[in-house]
């Protein structure tokens, strides 16, 4: 009798956790569609020409720069500006630059920024899975779309 009990519990936990797993991939889903109308909404609304990447990252090169584009491992400088789609700043460059190691950013920067080279001018629209994801990051709420305009300084 114990064993029967023991069995339909086992298979009610598979189940429970098959259901679980499935609705947390649905919602990545579903969050990522949403995303993804969003901006091309702001695309619209904005008139912008925008390119897009496999990853769902949207961008708009404005200055391709010159010379050679930095990697994933370079250290960069950057004057940047990030905001939401309704134009809330969230953070900036204030007259001077920014520098880290491209590998130690959301990927959106990692896939955007190797777009331009040195004095290049790019506009990232990124997703939330490219950007601070479900649970966001200090004042960015999680599942939020961003917007970052991004001069690349230099690079080495």
């Known amino acids: 009798m114990h064993k029967k009990r023991l069995i339909k519990l086992i298979s ?3 189940i429970i956790t098959a259901t679980i797993l499935s609705c947390k991939k649905t919602s990545t889903v579903d969050q990522a569609k949403i995303d993804k109308e969003i901006i091309q909404q702001y695309i619209r609304d904005k ?3 925008a390119d897009s990447s496999a990853s769902g990252l949207y961008y708009v090169i404005t200055d391709s720069g010159i010379g050679n584009a930095p990697n994933v491992n370079s250290f960069v400088t950057v004057y ?3 905001f939401y789609t309704n134009g809330v700043v969230f953070d900036q460059t204030s007259g001077t630059t920014a520098s ?3 590998k130690n950013v959301i990927q959106g ?3 955007g920024i190797p777009l331009i080279k040195k004095g290049g001018k790019i506009t990232l629209l990124i997703p939330s899975a490219l950007g601070y994801g479900a649970n966001g990051f200090a004042s ?3 599942n939020t779309v961003l917007i970052f305009d991004v001069e690349l300084v230099n690079f080495q």
């Open 109 to 111: 920067w990692k896939e």
């Open 47 to 49: 008139g912008l020409t």
């Open 140 to 142: 960015v709420p999680g």
């Open 100 to 102: 880290f190691l491209l």
């Open 12 to 14: 009610l936990l598979l």
């Open 80 to 82: 940047y500006k990030g």
